[in-house]
């Protein structure tokens, strides 16, 4: 069974830094592209980043370029999100989902992500 779980989410003050951990089960990170998504209160999901499986290529929005970044840690079976410089608008719930290549960070691009994980809650506030 594929299995997604996310970790690491938490409350953090503006401008605070949070790892976010990706733990695949029944299936090598290596073999899927990994994607980070997030959905705020009221909104609709968007893309963060993601990571393909091919060459390693990352992927960011333009809103966490700069601030944030993927990579993967094989060893661990693990696709592993930090950010920094969190700000309020940075709230949301995070998912991680596992597709056959990074299609898109858009809402079309999200269609081809077929495993996604429970999430995990990240609140930037003071």
């Known amino acids: 069974q594929l299995q997604l779980v996310e970790s690491g989410g938490g409350l953090v003050q503006p401008g605070g830094s949070l790892r976010l951990s990706c733990a695949a089960s029944g299936f090598t990170v290596d073999d899927y592209a990994i994607g980070w998504f997030r959905q705020a209160p009221g909104k609709e999901r968007e893309g963060v980043s993601c990571i393909s499986s091919s060459d390693g290529s990352t992927y960011y929005a333009d809103s966490v370029k700069g601030r944030f970044t993927i990579s993967r840690d094989s060893a661990k079976n693990t696709v592993v999100l930090e950010m920094s410089s969190l700000n309020p608008e940075d709230t949301a719930d995070y998912y991680c989902?596992?597709?056959?290549?990074?299609?898109?960070?858009?809402?079309?691009?999200?269609?081809?992500?077929?495993?996604w994980g429970q999430g995990t809650r990240v609140t930037v506030s003071s």
């Open positions: 989902a596992a597709g056959p290549v990074c299609a898109g960070l858009n809402s079309e691009g999200q269609l081809k992500f077929d495993y």
